[in-house]
């Protein structure tokens, strides 16, 4: 008999080593159903300039793109946000989504739900549950997100996931302000009966760039939590699977962004534009097709923002001849954009970009100063901070 | 010692009776022209002899009970097949894509 082999890719967004078979059609589809939220997290992953209410897609739109993705051979759909269980209709988007074959993930930040939603989303078909916290100490959680109470909520709302036998992920932002709690984070996840803890360095995009200085771990501390997840994914084998996001300020290499660009993911903000990235719409050069115009299989394999940076043909040097080049793509095209002015630029997290010695320095900087109050993220708080 | 509630790490043996999960799904992805386990932000892709394993993971044979059927089918000595069979179970146990 052959060997008995089962490959395992993560289809998480800032994951590499999805298989070439994966590039005719995405693995996982982002739908940020709404920029609605009531936290006010200064790292939030939502563009700067958030979409309103009133240009959001309708329900029937969205049911449209849950039965396009399973056409398309989509396999998982994660709704998030914006705070996802702010759309009234998210029943009825769920229920498609489960009929159309797709496995849904609902990433929350919980304080809107009540238990009777949660059962009849269970009912429908949703298939996870990913919860954040800000902190472990409710004090300083509430501060992060803005929201008082927050921290309690979210505990019943774990509480409930696992009454209702749902799986149940933790994802655990992790900063300068909560650092110091990454080991009660590991023991708060493997209480709850979490299956699976996200311990993610914060990505500097959008509201996170804004906040870089108020963020920023020092060298020394984020290589301690390093060693802290290396210890406990070995100590809880079996009980407790740990992903780790390092924040690419102190890496070596870039990460593989979106897996390479137009690849495995694909993302619908809440007003149907399609992106190869949640944060794509930083680059001004890029045309997005909307859900409401053009299919979304279309859109995938032709649009313009997809083409751009498909594959490899793109690249300048040092990614053009670099062996690393299917590995990480040459990282991040917003990160290049923001800080060469050129998306085309390899990221300034690799080491062998020109900029990166002076990218490092600004870490070292920001994250030995005292830290700056948060622009806490909210509609218009971005402009008046300026 | 730990707590009765303490979560523990399963250990799988040729007694272990296992299945998947309820938000573990096997399926195949017709687009892809494979089979594949649908996981919590995972995708797993199993090759034909571990989809064969996994089918049988029903919560009533025991993994001694399928490696014997696989032994049968692919006239291969039991001993050799359990081996295998245990760790690749092991794995995925330990990922969380089966229980007892």
Same mark, same amino acid.
């Given at each position: 008999m052959s060997d008995t082999t089962v490959q395992e890719t993560k289809t998480g967004e800032f994951n590499a080593s999805i298989d070439e078979a994966c590039a005719r059609a995405p693995v996982g589809l982002l739908a940020e159903l709404t920029h609605r939220c009531p936290l006010q997290c200064p790292y939030c992953s939502n563009p700067v300039d958030l979409e309103r209410v009133n240009t959001e897609l309708s329900t029937e739109d969205w049911k449209s793109v849950m039965r396009? *993705?399973?056409?398309?051979?989509?396999?998982?759909?994660?709704?998030?946000?914006?705070?996802?269980?702010?759309?009234?209709? !998210?029943?009825?988007?769920?229920?498609?989504?489960?009929? *159309?074959?797709?496995?849904?993930?609902?990433?929350?930040?919980g304080v809107l739900l009540k238990r009777e939603r949660l059962e009849k989303l269970c009912d429908l078909g949703?298939?996870?549950?990913?919860? =954040?916290?800000?902190?472990?100490?409710?004090?300083?959680?509430?501060?992060? *997100? *803005?929201?008082?109470?927050?921290?309690?909520?979210?505990h019943e709302v774990a509480k409930w996931v696992k009454e209702l036998d749902m799986p149940l992920t933790i994802n655990a932002p992790l900063h300068r302000q909560n650092i110091d709690s990454l080991p009660d984070i590991i023991d708060y996840a493997v209480k709850v009966g979490a299956g699976r803890l996200e311990v993610a360095h914060i990505q500097y995009y959008a509201w996170a760039l804004k906040n870089r200085a108020s963020l920023m771990p020092t060298r020394e501390a984020f290589m301690k939590t390093a060693e802290i997840v290396n210890a406990a994914k070995e100590r809880l084998k079996g009980i407790l699977v740990i992903d780790f996001v390092v924040p690419d300020y102190y890496a070596k290499y870039p990460k593989p962004c979106m897996g390479g660009w137009g690849r495995g993911i694909i993302n619908v903000t809440p007003s149907g534009k399609v992106l190869p990235c949640h944060a794509a719409e930083s680059l001004p050069h890029l045309q997005f097709d909307n859900v409401r115009d053009r299919p979304l299989a279309d859109i995938w394999l032709n649009g313009q923002a997809f083409q751009m940076y498909r594959g490899t043909d793109w690249m300048k040097e040092p990614c053009k001849s670099c062996p690393r080049k299917e590995i990480?793509?040459?990282?991040?095209?917003?990160?290049?954009?923001? !800080?060469?002015?050129?998306?085309?630029?390899?990221?300034?997290?690799?080491?062998? =970009?020109?900029?990166?010695?002076?990218?490092?320095?600004?870490?070292?900087?920001?994250?030995?100063?005292?830290?700056?109050?948060?622009?806490?993220?909210?509609?218009?708080?971005?402009?008046?901070?300026? | 010692m730990s707590e009765p509630n303490t979560p523990k790490r399963l250990i799988v043996t040729s007694e272990t009776v296992l299945k998947l999960p309820r938000h573990i799904k096997l399926r195949h992805d017709a687009g892809r022209g494979r089979w594949i386990l649908l996981a919590p932000e995972r995708v797993f892709e199993p090759d034909e002899t571990s989809v064969e394993v996994l089918k049988l993971c029903d919560g009533e044979r025991s993994v001694g009970a399928i490696s014997a059927i696989l032994a049968e089918q692919y006239q291969a000595p039991v001993d050799v097949i359990t081996a295998d069979v245990i760790e690749m179970l092991q794995d995925l146990t330990d990922k969380g894509a089966l229980k007892s």
């Open positions: 396009q *993705a399973g056409e398309l051979g989509i396999l998982q759909i994660h709704l998030s946000g914006g705070e996802p269980t702010a759309r009234r209709d !998210l029943e009825e988007i769920v229920e498609e989504a489960a009929k *159309a074959g797709l496995y849904t993930n609902l990433i929350t930040a949703l298939d996870h549950v990913q919860l =954040s916290i800000q902190d472990v100490k409710p004090e300083n959680a509430d501060r992060i *997100a *803005a929201y008082k109470g927050g921290a309690a909520k979210k990480d793509f040459g990282g991040c095209r917003c990160q290049a954009m923001a !800080l060469t002015g050129d998306a085309a630029n390899t990221d300034p997290a690799c080491s062998l =970009s020109p900029m990166h010695e002076e990218w490092a320095k600004v870490a070292h900087a920001e994250s030995h100063t005292e830290t700056p109050e948060f622009i806490y993220r909210r509609m218009g708080s971005a402009a008046s901070a300026e | -």
